[in-house]
């Protein structure tokens, strides 16, 4: 089994400043070449399904690929998608390691989101479901093609941010940041490659 720790590279923490959140982005937590490898072997190997989700009233498929995995068998909802774990992978196992020694929590939960190219997106929203608790921390690891991570505030229409997550990057989001902002991964008509995100959460 490989040790990803000595591994991880340059993970300096950059806290966002935005009001009523906490927010911090790590640039270079994993290599480009190690992060490459994880992408590959996510991409083939995850038993990715696309669920269809109900828009005002009528019935689309998912613009992107999802699969959950978790240390409990603790199921997950989100937009009326009912969703049970598979057991960790020792790839899942070991990145969920490293987030947790840096975010100084056990996360229980990997939701899995494979954006195949610019037409897969994610609209706003909060990660603020209950079984997630009270003031949920949400870590993002990001493999692949660079997206556009945009935030809005729930009430202040002029507090808006974007920032550009990059292969290998963990962006963190805790406190009060799913109750007062809400955030998107948006189409691009550019023609660019896929991404694999794994979010990590605690399912209570």
Not at 118 to 126: I, L
Request: hydrophobic share 35%; glycine share 4%; with cysteine.
């Amino acid at each position: 089994m490989m040790n990803l720790a000595s591994l991880f590279s340059d993970n300096r923490p950059q806290k966002l400043n935005l009001p009523e959140a906490d927010i911090t982005y790590y640039p270079n937590f994993i290599p480009a070449t190690e992060a490459t490898r994880i992408f590959e072997t996510l991409r083939d190997e995850t038993p990715w399904q696309q669920d269809d989700i109900k828009v005002f009233g009528k019935v689309y498929a998912q613009p992107r690929l999802t699969a959950l995995y978790g240390t409990n068998q603790k199921s997950y909802s989100y937009s009326n998608i009912k969703m049970t774990p598979h057991a960790l992978t020792p790839l899942l196992a070991d990145l969920k390691q490293q987030v947790d020694q840096t975010c100084e929590v056990n996360f229980t939960t990997m939701l899995l989101n494979y954006y195949r190219d610019g037409k897969d997106s994610n609209g706003w929203h909060a990660d603020n479901e209950k079984e997630l608790g009270v003031n949920p921390i949400i870590a993002s690891l990001s493999f692949g093609q660079e997206r556009y991570f945009h935030l809005k505030h729930r009430t202040d229409k002029t507090l808006k941010h974007k920032i550009l997550l990059q292969h290998g990057s963990l962006l963190v989001m805790k406190g009060e940041t799913q109750h007062k902002w809400l955030h998107q991964i948006p189409k691009t008509a550019k023609p660019i490659q896929g991404r694999i995100n794994s979010t990590f959460r605690i399912i209570v």
